[in-house]
């Protein structure tokens, strides 16, 4: 198969003058606090809190060179301690916490804690190709959504997908024709109201809504950044509507993504241009602040929604390289949860105060 | 995990004292300035340049994580890319060692954590070869990684086409002694069902926290 060549296209986008991430360090550390993680080696890749007493964290943890053991953390309002090892091969990626005895996890495969033991939910198999999920949400009815792709041989074939839960068995879901893609998120505010998002593998790439109403699913037109690759990897409903976040590329460094439903249509929202600050995370706490964080490597990205100035503003990082993000219900608290910036894969679990 | 095919073994690239060539050197020193105010690995001494052989570069797997439209470009290193650098030059030749310019170079690989971008483009670009038929490429010794794709030693994805060429698949793998991550390469690369010699970058010294390294591609130009 012949390579695109889109070497003129992408030649005058380069040149394109990238911000350095060096007003990160004067905002310092911030309200942000490590807490002791109780793996030497791995990674944590997710994190979901009921309360501020009770926390859950996946990941896994290198055992030797040899061995990853995916498992599963739980915070007691004061530390942090290993309660499961999930089935092997897990990988999880994402985490959703309904109660003590019912939790979902995606990573390779759709894992179900039932408070003594988990599950391997059966997906079949699917002839477009193997399913990897990647995003899970629930409503208190118990319905739940999990979105992912399906992978042939390769990414650059794959398809996006979505299942559905109905409280006994998951069922795949009609989708309009998007193309090649993937669905990184979905949230459900309701039965009859459920967004999905990600990214559609055009040239350039772009983002991808789909929304649920209760009877279809259809495509939502949604902002891309003109000139770059544009994706979203995470969708929160919050003050102010649903939002999505993600990041965009013209072929240098990445530079963060925002975007919010209204009520009425998809709309970009500003963000500031930060080199490699792409978003992973968007949540809320229960004071009504909208945070959004991301980061890769050496650049970690906390953001704050201002509503009086209409755009999100920069606020201090925590000091590690973001896998996941969640808020502690009821409170102004946020957990972050990934691996350090220094050393090999050592895991850090931190919080605001 | 995606089919895994048969590695090539059809060819075998030498590496030795023997056969430096003006146009490898004069590729080597490079010219272009990299878009991105990033830290540059150029300025390490250059590992002695293979030979040209005339055997075509050995193909290997795709592999599962390939994504078309990788930015142009002959530096991957952003601010957020953390690790040991990498300033890897070469030459793409045809098998008549005829020095190869406008050919087409996409290379894709993990980061210091071992992880894909699979959402975005980092650690992807592409290029041409120059007038001399060389390439530069600005990157990180990628890490060994285990996850949902599987478990690989250390190793950089490239794709190569010569205009209206057949495109050449392949991989390049690091030395058992490269020094990066606190990582065993020899381990790893051992315990890789793709790692092949023919297709080991030549390292220079390790100087700080770079590498220089050199690999050049034969290909054929027409199917």
Redesign the interface.
Known sequence: ???????AL??A???VT?A??SSASTLGRGPWTPTPAPVEKG?ITAVAALDGKTAWAVGYRLVS?DE?RPIALRWNGKTWAQESELPRDS?P?AIEVRSQSDIWTV??GVQHWDGKSWSVADFGRDPAG?F?PEGLDSVPSGQAWVVGRL?A????DQVPVVYGWDGSAWAKQALPDVGKG?L?SVVSLAPNDVWAAG?S?T???TSLVVHWDGKSWTRVASPSVSGA?T?I?ALHAGPGGVWAV?????????RPFAARWDGRRWQAALTPNI??G?LRAVVSTGDGELWAVG?????TVALRWQKTLNRWVRTAAPDV?VRGVAAVPGSSSLWAVG?A?KG??VPVITRTR | MPPQEPTSRRAFIKTGALGVTSVAIAAAAGSAEPALAAPRPADAPLPITPSCSGHETPSSVEGPLFKPNSPERTNLVTPAITGVLLALRGVIYDRECKPLPGVLIDFWQCDQNGDYDEHGFSLRGHQLTDSAGAYRLDTIVPRDYWGRWGRRGAHIHVQVQAPNGPVLVTQLYFPDDTQAYGRNFAAHNAGDQFFNRACVVTLGPKQGNRYAGRFDFVIKTTA
Do not use: C
């Open positions: 198969m012949p390579l695109k060549r889109i070497g992408v030649t986008l380069t040149l990238v350095t991430p990674d060179d990853a990988f990626q990573g390779d193997y990897l992978v041989d390769s990414v650059k993937e990184t990214f593998a040239s350039p790439q690759h994706w990897s993600g990041g965009s590329n013209a072929g240098a460094a990445d080199a490699d792409r980061g890769k490597g050496a650049v390289v691996i910036k090999d894969l």
